[in-house]
């Protein structure tokens, strides 16, 4: 049957990791459905994000006006959408912990698919009491990580059978064109590690900067490529105060002619060259409870080698990859590690081969297609109960 979805996200041209997944989410679905229903997007707007005229932004929602969600809820009911796709993360929606969009859940006749970017192991309020009730007014649910299923269902006492792993989506791999990449960026002769994404204090790039000094003993051709704008929420509260540490730390290290850093946002196309052109791909971040990176799925579903502390994510996406961890305050851990895969190009090869072998089954349009068949059968079984319903209605008015 032909179905149509509705997303609940932001969107671009809000710059956000989440925006940008909805973006690519919605369009490979479409390819992967073939057919020429324009899927809506429900956008949560950011006030300081001026959004164009689109037809498919009919519905939208002012993040911290609890109104706007009822009122969403209701056009949703009215529209011809038969399936909901709910991208979760608690810091998009407004109220305490996000909960404004139980307004909208609450309301919703519509078959909801949530998909969850945050998942935590334990309890924690006032976040908890919110993901239980959309997980339970939700017909299915997505996570990212498999240990997110076993959270979820401890938790919650959700039936595993309710919810699906499907992997983060990524762009998909040009390494023929890495060469070519690496010359117009003018790293030919450069050792490149790079790290990329929002800068703020939870991203550990300083655990990086201080053990590159020893690596530059061993690698005089190193290059530390930070590339990324401040996150927008960190910015209009502290300004660039941590892009100012990491800068005095470059200079007190005497790193300048080691680090590059890159205060823009990229373009996909942008940061696909990057990525594919670097040697060695970095996610220190200290938080070990972190359920989804999209920076270390975009590094792994282009194939490139990877350093990461043991977070929750890293853990899942890299089982049997063990020795690509680095615990986050191991200043001699990191350089030896850097050093030593960025001087043996046999073994950095070696770990190149089995992350492509992890990042194959990522790409956007496989991701596209499970998304697919997911919003598909949740449509159809709605449309089921809905000729259900009507049926035993007619059989009470005809008995």
């Not at 309710?162 to 791999?173: A, D, L």
């Not at 946002?265 to 696909?272: G, I, K, N, P, R």
């Not at 305050?329 to 992890?358: R, T």
């Amino acid at each position: 049957m032909s179905y149509q979805v509705a997303y609940i996200s932001t969107y671009l041209p809000q710059k956000c990791g989440i925006a940008t997944y909805t973006y690519h989410l919605r369009q490979n679905v479409q390819k992967a459905r073939r057919d020429s229903l324009d899927d809506p997007v429900v956008v949560i707007k950011d006030k300081h994000i001026h959004y164009p005229e689109d037809h498919f932004f009919n519905i939208a929602i002012k993040r911290d006006c609890r109104e706007d969600y009822i009122k969403a809820a209701e056009a949703l009911n009215k529209s011809s959408v038969s399936v909901v796709s709910l991208q979760h993360e608690f810091g998009i929606f407004g109220g305490e912990g996000g909960k404004y969009i139980l307004e909208l859940v609450r309301r919703l006749k519509k078959p909801l698919v949530t998909t969850f970017h945050t998942v935590f192991r334990t309890p924690v309020p006032p976040y908890t009491p919110i993901q239980r009730e959309i997980a339970d007014r939700s017909d299915r649910i997505i996570v990212m990580n498999h240990k997110a299923v076993g959270y979820l269902t401890r938790m919650f006492h959700l039936p595993a059978s309710k919810i699906s792993f499907i992997p983060h989506g990524t762009p998909q791999p040009d390494l023929k064109g890495r060469e070519g990449f690496r010359e117009a960026l003018g790293w030919t002769n450069r050792k490149v590690i790079m790290t990329f994404g929002f800068i703020s204090r939870n991203k550990g790039i300083e655990a990086v900067l201080r053990a590159l000094p020893d690596v530059v003993k061993r690698v005089p051709d190193v290059l530390y490529v930070i590339a990324g704008q401040t996150h927008p929420n960190v910015k209009r509260q502290e300004g660039e105060s941590y892009r100012n540490f990491l800068k005095k730390i470059i200079r007190e290290n005497r790193l300048e002619k080691h680090v590059l850093m890159i205060d823009e946002f990229m373009t996909e196309q942008d940061l696909v060259h990057y990525i594919t052109a670097c040697d060695l791909y970095i996610t220190p971040y200290p938080g070990m409870e972190q359920i989804t990176s999209g920076t270390l799925a975009y590094a792994v579903g282009l194939g490139r080698p990877v350093l990461t502390t043991p977070y929750r994510y890293a853990q899942d996406l890299l089982k049997g990859n063990e020795a690509l961890f680095v615990p986050f305050n191991d200043q001699a851990g990191w350089s030896e590690k850097i050093s030593v895969l960025l001087s043996k190009p046999a073994l950095l090869k070696k770990y190149q081969n089995s992350i492509a072998h992890i990042g194959q089954i990522m790409s956007w349009p496989q991701v596209g297609k499970r998304y697919s068949q997911l919003f598909a059968e949740s449509a159809s079984r709605a449309h089921a109960e809905s000729v259900m319903t009507e049926a035993d209605n007619l059989a009470g008015e005809t008995s």
